[in-house]
């Protein structure tokens, strides 16, 4: 009698391990999206920094703070897109409010 209740109290210990073994695996990639995704936003993965050519008058402040070397500055400033970030720091610096982020064309 003993032998079956250790059988199937184990047996139960087993699908309990299982199913908590389950949710931790589900819990781990719903924690892995959600780092993803805070990354992401971080570094502005999918936004990019476009001038208003209305408001720039060509400091050339935002071209000292971009980290990635992606401001040229003549009369106005230009953004190469393919070199931000999407950092913003640029947008913050500018005394003008010239610079905006949008979302990249190719991203969701
Ligand atoms: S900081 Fe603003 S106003 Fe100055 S060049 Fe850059 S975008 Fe134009
Ligand atoms: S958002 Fe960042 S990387 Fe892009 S242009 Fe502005 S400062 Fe440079």
Redesign the pocket.
């Known amino acids: 009698m003993n032998i079956t209740v250790t059988s199937t109290g184990s047996m139960l210990d087993d699908n309990i391990k299982f199913f908590f073994q389950k949710q931790a695996e589900a819990m781990e990639e719903q924690k892995d999206e959600v780092e993803q995704r805070i990354e992401e936003l971080e570094v502005g993965q999918n936004l990019v920094a476009v001038?208003l050519s209305d408001?720039?008058?060509?400091?050339?402040?935002?071209?000292d703070v971009c980290p990635t070397g992606a401001?040229e500055?003549g009369e106005?400033?230009f953004v190469n897109s393919e070199a931000c970030s999407g950092c913003a720091a640029?947008v913050s610096?500018?005394?003008?409010e010239?610079?905006i982020l949008v979302q990249k064309k190719n991203s969701k």
Not at 55 to 63: H, N, R
Not at 93 to 96: A, K, L, R, S, Y
């Open positions: 001038v408001k720039c008058g060509g400091c050339g402040i935002c071209t401001i500055v106005q400033a640029c610096e500018c005394p003008n010239a610079i």
